[in-house]
């Protein structure tokens, strides 16, 4: 069977699956903005039991983590990324689910090579990146300030 390039790239483009873009970016805004909005109210909550901004900042933060943890755990964040897309990916919750993750999947290979091994195979590049990048932001600034 002969086809030009065009025929090619229309059959092509009629077998392909369309693309659910604006129905993703929906979804994707409506649960990062729940889970930002969420993040808020505990900084919010924070500051009315007492805490300076600053600290209920990094408590609703560290909130975050843990709840990201919590339902990785309890196995409802994924499907919560899964109706999100992105919106449940990116926040800081996004984060702690990819550094539980792997350590669920590989738990029945012990504590040492299952669950500590792949805690931050994820996660681990991140880290180390974002930590010499911090590093030689330090220095330029110390340098130049």
Same mark, same amino acid.
């Given at each position: 069977?002969?086809?030009?390039?065009?025929?090619?790239?229309?059959?092509?483009?009629?077998? $392909?699956?369309?693309?659910?873009?604006?129905?993703?970016?929906?979804? $994707?805004?409506?649960?990062? +903005?729940?889970?930002?909005?969420?993040?808020?109210?505990?900084?919010?909550?924070?500051?009315?039991?007492? @805490?300076?901004?600053?600290? %209920?900042?990094? %408590? !609703?933060?560290?909130?975050?983590? =843990?709840?990201?943890?919590?339902?990785? !755990?309890?196995?409802?964040?994924?499907?919560? @990324?899964?109706?999100?897309?992105?919106?449940?990916?990116?926040?800081?919750?996004? =984060? %702690?689910?990819?550094?539980?993750?792997?350590?669920?999947?590989?738990?029945?290979?012990?504590?040492? $090579?299952?669950?500590? %091994?792949?805690? =931050?195979?994820?996660?681990?590049?991140?880290?180390?990146? !974002?930590?010499?990048?911090?590093?030689?932001? +330090?220095?330029?600034? $110390?340098?130049?300030?």
């Amino acid at each position: 069977m002969n086809m030009t390039n065009q025929q090619y790239s229309a059959y092509i483009d009629s077998m $392909a699956p369309k693309s659910k873009l604006w129905s993703n970016m929906v979804r $994707a805004f409506l649960v990062g +903005g729940f889970i930002c909005t969420v993040g808020e109210g505990f900084i919010r909550l924070y500051v009315r039991l007492g @805490a300076e901004l600053e600290n %209920a900042r990094t %408590a !609703g933060a560290i909130t975050l983590i =843990f709840l990201g943890a919590l339902l990785t !755990g309890l196995k409802v964040y994924d499907k919560l @990324a899964k109706a999100g897309k992105a919106g449940a990916l990116v926040p800081i919750t996004g =984060f %702690a689910n990819a550094v539980v993750s792997p350590a669920m999947e590989f738990k029945s290979e012990g504590h040492v $090579a299952g669950l500590a %091994a792949k805690l =931050f195979s994820i996660a681990g590049p991140v880290l180390v990146f !974002g930590s010499l990048a911090a590093m030689v932001y +330090g220095v330029i600034y $110390a340098l130049f300030s």
